[in-house]
């Protein structure tokens, strides 16, 4: 007759059970196979980089068109928006004042003349009489001072026919640039002029324009100390291409020629303009476009596909596949973009090989079999361009 299990017996038994199947299981999961996983090699290359910023369009020139004198406007000879060229006339004020007045003063100053004409040879004929003592130094001092008072006639005379001339000019209102006028904003009959000199249109100058973008300090001081190092361009030679809204690129690069002296400290950015050739004047002040701003043209640069970094709010990873095809993450900080690629500007070597799938399954210390991505972009070539 078998003796009865005692609840000792059975605890030890049911032990050594679960140590069996924990030794099972511990087997199957170190017989797993190596995760296969695709990699890319960290690659050395020399390529163009370009800044990448939002700039908005601003004229070179905004005039606007005032009346300077008084008066009812008589014509307006100008097609609301459409190009004018320089000394165009587009405005008349009525002109029959203005030129009763200048013929006024034309004639005031030829009676002026006259007189003074007539007071130097009186002034003349006194002092040779003076000499030979027939008049008095009295009648030669009145003489003098009558000529000198229709000498001093003659300098006003002639200073209100300028003047009568310039308002008259004023009458007749030209384009002051080569440009495109707006709308007109005073209609015949109006009275326009006096002191506050009426507005009447505007003209802004759309061939070259201006686009302006403000980098922040940040980057400047980047730029800076790549300029000093030799990596990237003088400033002059900085060339900047846009794209317009529509995705279409603007067919004329432009300069980089001005550097604003100051940061705005609210916003910690600086003020940069490029001036850009618009013969079709395809660009209007205010018109948005995308800048790519070459900052330089041979920089070296580590380079691996995009799809290997990993981005998250503590910053960029990636997975390194060592020598023993066991996996090891790696913090980088990722810089440039171009295409499928990505500037790496620390924390990898040239040559080291990085898993580019797979990688939501990859942990550290995994080992993996490798083979070599399909997808895995050409090394960039000369023309190849990075940005930010």
């Not at 299990?5 to 087997?27: F, K, V």
């Not at 041979?298 to 596909?305: F, H, I, N, R, T």
Request: charged share 25%; aromatic share 4%; with cysteine.
């Amino acid at each position: 007759m078998r003796s009865p299990r005692t609840p000792a017996r059975t605890a030890s038994a049911l032990a050594l059970l679960a140590l069996i199947l924990a030794a099972c299981r511990a087997g199957e999961s170190n017989t797993a196979p190596p995760l296969p996983v695709a990699t890319a090699e960290v690659q050395a290359a020399r390529i163009p980089v370009y800044i990448e910023h939002v700039g908005t369009a601003e004229a070179v020139s905004t005039i606007d068109v005032r009346a300077r004198v008084r008066g009812v406007l008589e014509k307006v000879l100008f097609r609301e928006g459409a190009e004018v060229q320089k000394d165009e006339l587009l405005f008349v004020i009525e002109q029959k004042p203005y030129l009763a007045a200048l013929r006024k003063a034309q004639a005031d100053h030829e009676r002026a003349r006259a007189t003074l004409a007539r007071a130097q040879s009186d002034y003349e004929r006194t002092a040779a009489l003076t000499k030979k003592e027939v008049a008095s130094q009295a009648e030669l001092d009145h003489a003098r001072a009558a000529r000198d008072e229709a000498a001093a006639e003659v300098r006003a005379a002639q200073a209100a026919e300028e003047q009568a001339a310039i308002d008259f000019g004023y009458t007749e209102i030209r384009a002051p640039i080569t440009g495109r006028a707006g709308r007109a904003l005073r209609d015949r009959g109006n009275l326009v002029g006096g002191p506050e000199e009426t507005v009447l249109t505007t003209i802004v100058q759309l061939d070259p324009i201006y686009i302006y973008w403000s980098p922040s300090e940040r980057e400047r001081l980047e730029v800076l100390r790549l300029r000093k190092e030799g990596t990237y361009m003088a400033r002059d030679q900085i060339e900047v291409r846009a794209t317009l809204v529509d995705g279409s690129e603007f067919p004329y690069p432009g300069r980089l020629d001005f550097v604003d002296n100051t940061v705005d400290p609210n916003a910690g950015t600086l003020r940069v303009r490029a001036v850009f050739p618009n013969p079709e004047t395809t660009l209007l002040p205010g018109q948005y476009a995308k800048l790519s701003i070459l900052v330089g043209r041979d920089v070296p640069a580590l380079l691996v596909p995009a799809a290997a970094i990993i981005e998250e709010q503590g910053g960029s990873s990636v997975f390194v596949v060592t020598a023993d095809q066991a996996i090891q993450p790696r913090t980088v900080h990722a810089g440039a973009v171009h295409e499928q690629m990505r500037v790496i500007e620390s924390g990898l070597q040239a040559g080291e090989r990085i898993a580019v799938d797979n990688l939501g399954k990859l942990r550290a210390g995994m080992k993996v079999t490798t083979k070599a991505s399909e997808s895995t972009p050409e090394p960039p070539k000369a023309d190849a361009v990075a940005h930010p």
